[in-house]
């Protein structure tokens, strides 16, 4: 028979805890990354935006992106929520709610560039990359379009061609790589009036917006998101309201994405070297078992098999004896008593002829 | 057959963790009655029965009580409070008054003191509802509820100047009818005059040792003077909840415009004291310039005396000392002064000024802290302490301080509308638009015209320059400043950080302080408002 669930689990359990016990593999993301020395970021200042969407249209530009549907003086569109699509790297939102009395408040998304992306860890032909210039970049050459970088990245950026047939790409905001590397700022940054995203050094940041919480201690929030925010983000955010209210999620954690599978797939070595030994093994242990036990299975039947046919044929040869011994002395009587019949028969002719038409008599009367 | 036993079996988990799932979140359904979904009431007459909180951790919600409700219905049925609370004979007082819990004088145990909720509530409530009247609930769940159906709109109140002026009228100048003092030894109240301070004085958060707490003082007292009086037919104040404490009854209280002065032997004009008056040894010449204080116009800016005196009818300096010590909780008598964020410190309540409208332009863009400069000092350091020595007779130092006061310069002033440029162009995003004809101005005019009756603002304005400065900032007030591309240019310079670039720098000045000033037009997106387009 095969084996019971329950000692199927029992030996998984079994494998699993040997991994543990082992030695704790430690990949080489789980050393601590504070970003590259001088790395360059954004800082977005929600208390400086005024929503004029200047900053997806220097986007759309420099980016060389197709013509959006409604022109980007079309504010109207800040009355739904967006998100990022492979045609738009950045979008603005209103928050009516977030600040009362303040008027409403604006955020804007791209890509985060976080120092330890998660997109990048997620990506098994390396599409993406961390540079030294603070940018995530992505190259389409490698990309296979498994998508998983979508679903690794916690703040919902990478977007990707869906209406092209061939060679589509996952989109998302490069920071301007090319143009940074030139010295040039960002599109959206260039084209902010109000300076409402400044661009430098990360370090240079985070010393402006303390600074910043410091000098206006009753505008901001005393927090800087991005700072740690899934091990740090190159993107920079002060705020007036909590971060939750502009919807900005403040659940994600300070631990870099990398780090949170680092340790589960450090096991993955040892689930590919022991668990094919493990399972082979209790594959043949099975297999000799069943073989054992399908042979021991035959022999028994065999044995029931030839037991079974030789009962069946005495009994056979019995029954057809006793069948012929009856039959024979059916006939006997049967021929006995047809000879006395025909006797009594004989007999009764010569002596009773009177009896005879008497029989005739009663037969007439019927009729 | 084993396959229908295992389908069974299955079925059962899954009800079962359904089942589990759906009491943790929603307990409602096991005990606690479940209303139909409706906007929450806004109600100023809410208690949180939570009475049982002495006797350790409740078992079930505390109950949302509605007084106003209840005292409502009872009128109707020709009820009156002793319906709820019982009486006994104060001690202190020396007269009868009434308890303000439910039903008892004091918490027994906790058996007792729920069994008198359950018995009388639930008591009143059957009676009600057997004589096919609407009623209160009879079940756990009715009264303990978890959701929250009913919000507090309360708002305390305060004894302000008007309701203070007509309570002391209504009792014919009779301070001792409210105020008192208690004598620790015979531990009974009596009227000390001239030492009338607020109730806040002496009755705090809580109840303490040898006095009640405010809460309780204000509805023993209040309550009961109200009820006594209207009880002889006379016009008193509101005895039920909303009549004090709800939004809009609160507006329906009469005010009295004009009202005069508490008599409490206060100074007109004084020199704020630097030293208590047994204090002799401090050296008079390392002090700071002395300042002269209009008491009596700052008795006007306030609503009550609270505002500067906190915790006591007494000179500053008596708790704040130039040191600090124990009874000031530490606090130095400069700090007291200059503190921002608080209200009785004189600095903390000036700069809460400057969120109004007509300041709030030029002011939103400064960073709040104290001034360093020496001149900002003088505007209310003005007299050198050598002046005032201890042999001047105070009748002299207050004359002095008044004398001080009236000659001091205090009207906004700035330059002659024709050194004033009337337009100026803006060249700068010329690539995309015209210039932008900035209406200077016209600017400066409104600038200037909205604090130029501002009392407070002319102390602080006198000087020609000062206006320019909300926009021609961290430059010495001239009356040519320098333009603004001297010091914004390129953005993002990373030796000076700080410092917005041009674009920025135009932008920020104009829309902040727009938004600050609430100027709606033009709006901040709208380029083309200020920007002409290019022809």
Same mark, same amino acid.
């Given at each position: 028979m095969s084996i019971s669930r329950r000692k199927f689990l029992g030996w998984l359990g079994a494998a699993g805890f040997g991994t543990a016990l082992g030695n704790t593999a430690h990949a080489a993301s789980n050393k601590h990354f504070d970003g590259y020395p001088n790395s360059n970021g954004v800082l977005f200042d929600n208390t400086r935006c005024?929503?004029?969407r200047k900053c997806e249209e220097g986007c759309n530009r420099v980016n060389e992106l197709p013509e959006p549907d409604?022109?980007?003086?079309?504010?109207?569109?800040?009355?739904t929520k967006r998100r990022t699509t492979a045609k738009s790297y950045t979008i603005v939102n209103r928050y009516d709610e977030a600040a009362s009395g303040k008027g409403p408040l604006y955020r804007k998304d791209q /890509?985060?560039?976080?120092?330890?992306p998660a997109c990048a860890s997620a990506c098994f032909v390396r599409a993406f990359s961390k540079t030294t210039s603070g940018a995530v970049i992505y190259d389409a050459?490698?990309?296979?379009? /498994?998508r998983y970088c979508m679903i690794a990245c916690p703040f919902e950026i990478p977007t990707y061609e869906?209406?092209?047939?061939?060679?589509?790409r996952v989109m998302? /905001?490069?920071? /301007?790589y090319p143009r940074i590397s030139k010295g040039l700022l960002p599109g959206c940054v260039e084209a902010c009036p109000t300076e409402a995203l400044t661009f430098g050094k990360r370090e240079d940041l985070l010393k402006i917006g303390r600074e910043r919480i410091a000098k206006f201690p009753e505008r901001y929030v005393d927090h800087i998101y991005g700072e740690n925010e899934m091990g740090g983000t190159s993107w920079l955010y002060l705020s007036a309201v909590p971060f939750e209210d502009v919807g900005?999620?403040?659940?994600?954690?300070?631990?870099?994405a990398p780090k949170l599978t680092a340790g589960a797939l450090s096991a993955v070595p040892m689930v590919v070297g022991l668990w094919p030994v493990l399972l082979t093994g209790i594959y043949a242990i099975n297999q000799r078992k069943g073989k054992i036990e399908r042979q021991e299975k035959e022999q028994a039947v065999a044995a029931a098999l030839e037991k079974a046919v030789s009962e069946a044929e005495t009994k056979l040869s019995q029954a057809m004896e006793k069948a012929e011994k009856e039959k024979a002395a059916a006939i006997e009587t049967a021929v006995s008593k047809a000879l006395e019949d025909a006797a009594k028969a004989a007999e009764e002719e010569v002596g009773d002829p009177a009896a005879e038409d008497a029989d005739k008599k009663s037969s007439e009367e019927d009729s | 057959m084993e396959k229908g036993r295992a389908l069974i079996r299955w079925n059962v988990i899954i009800v079962a963790v359904v089942m589990i799932s759906f009491s943790m979140h929603r307990?409602?359904?096991?005990?606690t009655e479940t209303q139909p979904k409706k906007a929450p009431e806004m109600r100023a007459?809410?208690?949180?029965? $939570?009475?049982m909180n002495v006797f350790g951790k409740l078992e079930r919600p505390a109950v949302a009580f509605l007084h106003q409700k209840h005292t409502d219905a009872l009128e109707k049925k020709?009820?009156?409070?002793a319906a709820c609370h019982l009486s006994e004979k104060d001690p202190i007082l020396d007269m009868e008054r009434m308890s303000? *819990?439910? *039903?008892?004088?004091k918490n027994t145990s906790k058996q007792e003191v729920m069994d008198i909720y359950h018995d009388q509530c639930i008591g009143c409530h059957k009676e009600i509802k057997a004589a096919k009247e609407p009623s209160g609930p009879l079940e756990c769940g009715g009264c303990h509820?978890?959701?929250?159906?009913v919000i507090s709109s309360w708002r305390p109140i305060g004894m302000d100047k008007s309701l203070h002026y007509r309570h002391s009228k209504a009792q014919d100048n009779k301070c001792e009818k409210c105020h008192h003092e208690y004598n620790e030894s015979t531990k009974k109240l009596f009227y000390a005059k001239?030492?009338?301070?607020?109730?806040?004085y002496c009755h705090g958060e809580r109840t303490e040792e040898n006095r009640i707490s405010m809460r309780l003082a204000s509805h023993i007292a209040c309550i009961e003077c109200h009820r006594r009086t209207i009880a002889k037919n006379e016009s008193a104040g509101p005895?039920?909840?909303?009549?004090?404490?709800?939004p809009d009854e609160q507006k329906l209280i009469e005010t009295v415009k004009d009202v005069p002065r508490m008599k409490?032997? !206060?100074? $007109?004009y004084v020199f704020v004291?630097?030293?208590?008056?047994?204090?002799?040894?401090?050296?008079?010449?390392?002090?700071m310039k002395l300042v002269p204080f209009n008491h009596q116009a700052h008795e006007k800016y306030?609503?009550?005396?609270?505002?500067?005196h906190h915790a006591a009818?007494?000179?500053?300096?008596?708790?704040?000392?130039l040191t600090g010590s124990k009874e000031g909780d530490n606090v130095t008598l400069q700090q007291s002064m200059?503190?921002?964020?608080?209200?009785?410190?004189c600095m903390g309540c000036h700069e809460a000024k400057l969120n109004q409208q007509t300041c709030a332009g030029?002011?939103?863009?400064?960073?709040?802290?104290?001034?360093?400069?020496t001149a900002s000092c003088e505007n209310c350091h *003005?007299?050198?302490?050598?002046?005032?020595?201890?042999?001047?007779p105070p009748a002299e130092q207050k004359m002095m301080a008044a004398e001080v006061l009236e000659a001091r310069e205090a009207v906004t002033v700035t330059y002659d509308d024709q050194d004033i440029p009337e337009t100026v162009l803006i060249k700068a995003l010329t690539n995309q638009y015209e210039p932008v004809k900035l209406p200077h101005r016209k600017i400066v005019n409104t600038l200037f015209n909205n604090i130029k009756n501002n009392k407070l603002a002319n102390f602080f304005h006198h000087e020609k320059g000062t206006i320019c !400065?909300?926009?021609?900032?961290?430059?010495?007030?001239?009356k040519k400043p320098p333009n603004c591309v001297s010091c914004h240019g390129?953005?993002?310079?990373a030796e000076d950080p700080f410092k917005p670039g041009l674009m920025a720098a135009y932008h920020r000045q104009c829309m902040e302080c727009h938004k600050a000033m609430d100027?709606?037009?033009?709006?901040?997106?709208?380029?083309?408002?200020?920007h002409a387009k290019k022809s």
């Amino acid at each position: 028979m095969s084996i019971s669930r329950r000692k199927f689990l029992g030996w998984l359990g079994a494998a699993g805890f040997g991994t543990a016990l082992g030695n704790t593999a430690h990949a080489a993301s789980n050393k601590h990354f504070d970003g590259y020395p001088n790395s360059n970021g954004v800082l977005f200042d929600n208390t400086r935006c005024i929503g004029c969407r200047k900053c997806e249209e220097g986007c759309n530009r420099v980016n060389e992106l197709p013509e959006p549907d409604r022109p980007f003086s079309d504010l109207s569109l800040l009355d739904t929520k967006r998100r990022t699509t492979a045609k738009s790297y950045t979008i603005v939102n209103r928050y009516d709610e977030a600040a009362s009395g303040k008027g409403p408040l604006y955020r804007k998304d791209q /890509c985060n560039h976080c120092l330890e992306p998660a997109c990048a860890s997620a990506c098994f032909v390396r599409a993406f990359s961390k540079t030294t210039s603070g940018a995530v970049i992505y190259d389409a050459s490698v990309c296979v379009g /498994c998508r998983y970088c979508m679903i690794a990245c916690p703040f919902e950026i990478p977007t990707y061609e869906y209406d092209k047939a061939f060679s589509p790409r996952v989109m998302k /905001c490069t920071m /301007c790589y090319p143009r940074i590397s030139k010295g040039l700022l960002p599109g959206c940054v260039e084209a902010c009036p109000t300076e409402a995203l400044t661009f430098g050094k990360r370090e240079d940041l985070l010393k402006i917006g303390r600074e910043r919480i410091a000098k206006f201690p009753e505008r901001y929030v005393d927090h800087i998101y991005g700072e740690n925010e899934m091990g740090g983000t190159s993107w920079l955010y002060l705020s007036a309201v909590p971060f939750e209210d502009v919807g900005m999620r403040e659940d994600l954690g300070v631990t870099p994405a990398p780090k949170l599978t680092a340790g589960a797939l450090s096991a993955v070595p040892m689930v590919v070297g022991l668990w094919p030994v493990l399972l082979t093994g209790i594959y043949a242990i099975n297999q000799r078992k069943g073989k054992i036990e399908r042979q021991e299975k035959e022999q028994a039947v065999a044995a029931a098999l030839e037991k079974a046919v030789s009962e069946a044929e005495t009994k056979l040869s019995q029954a057809m004896e006793k069948a012929e011994k009856e039959k024979a002395a059916a006939i006997e009587t049967a021929v006995s008593k047809a000879l006395e019949d025909a006797a009594k028969a004989a007999e009764e002719e010569v002596g009773d002829p009177a009896a005879e038409d008497a029989d005739k008599k009663s037969s007439e009367e019927d009729s | 057959m084993e396959k229908g036993r295992a389908l069974i079996r299955w079925n059962v988990i899954i009800v079962a963790v359904v089942m589990i799932s759906f009491s943790m979140h929603r307990p409602a359904v096991f005990g606690t009655e479940t209303q139909p979904k409706k906007a929450p009431e806004m109600r100023a007459d809410i208690i949180q029965i $939570d009475s049982m909180n002495v006797f350790g951790k409740l078992e079930r919600p505390a109950v949302a009580f509605l007084h106003q409700k209840h005292t409502d219905a009872l009128e109707k049925k020709g009820k009156d409070c002793a319906a709820c609370h019982l009486s006994e004979k104060d001690p202190i007082l020396d007269m009868e008054r009434m308890s303000t *819990m439910f *039903m008892r004088l004091k918490n027994t145990s906790k058996q007792e003191v729920m069994d008198i909720y359950h018995d009388q509530c639930i008591g009143c409530h059957k009676e009600i509802k057997a004589a096919k009247e609407p009623s209160g609930p009879l079940e756990c769940g009715g009264c303990h509820q978890v959701k929250v159906t009913v919000i507090s709109s309360w708002r305390p109140i305060g004894m302000d100047k008007s309701l203070h002026y007509r309570h002391s009228k209504a009792q014919d100048n009779k301070c001792e009818k409210c105020h008192h003092e208690y004598n620790e030894s015979t531990k009974k109240l009596f009227y000390a005059k001239g030492k009338e301070g607020t109730c806040r004085y002496c009755h705090g958060e809580r109840t303490e040792e040898n006095r009640i707490s405010m809460r309780l003082a204000s509805h023993i007292a209040c309550i009961e003077c109200h009820r006594r009086t209207i009880a002889k037919n006379e016009s008193a104040g509101p005895f039920n909840c909303n009549g004090c404490h709800a939004p809009d009854e609160q507006k329906l209280i009469e005010t009295v415009k004009d009202v005069p002065r508490m008599k409490l032997n !206060q100074p $007109d004009y004084v020199f704020v004291k630097t030293s208590a008056a047994n204090d002799k040894e401090s050296n008079p010449s390392t002090r700071m310039k002395l300042v002269p204080f209009n008491h009596q116009a700052h008795e006007k800016y306030n609503d009550s005396c609270r505002v500067c005196h906190h915790a006591a009818l007494d000179d500053c300096v008596q708790c704040h000392s130039l040191t600090g010590s124990k009874e000031g909780d530490n606090v130095t008598l400069q700090q007291s002064m200059h503190r921002l964020n608080v209200n009785q410190s004189c600095m903390g309540c000036h700069e809460a000024k400057l969120n109004q409208q007509t300041c709030a332009g030029c002011h939103t863009s400064f960073e709040k802290k104290r001034q360093q400069g020496t001149a900002s000092c003088e505007n209310c350091h *003005m007299v050198p302490p050598s002046r005032i020595t201890h042999e001047v007779p105070p009748a002299e130092q207050k004359m002095m301080a008044a004398e001080v006061l009236e000659a001091r310069e205090a009207v906004t002033v700035t330059y002659d509308d024709q050194d004033i440029p009337e337009t100026v162009l803006i060249k700068a995003l010329t690539n995309q638009y015209e210039p932008v004809k900035l209406p200077h101005r016209k600017i400066v005019n409104t600038l200037f015209n909205n604090i130029k009756n501002n009392k407070l603002a002319n102390f602080f304005h006198h000087e020609k320059g000062t206006i320019c !400065q909300g926009c021609h900032h961290n430059s010495p007030a001239a009356k040519k400043p320098p333009n603004c591309v001297s010091c914004h240019g390129r953005p993002f310079n990373a030796e000076d950080p700080f410092k917005p670039g041009l674009m920025a720098a135009y932008h920020r000045q104009c829309m902040e302080c727009h938004k600050a000033m609430d100027i709606k037009k033009p709006v901040s997106t709208n380029c083309i408002a200020c920007h002409a387009k290019k022809s």
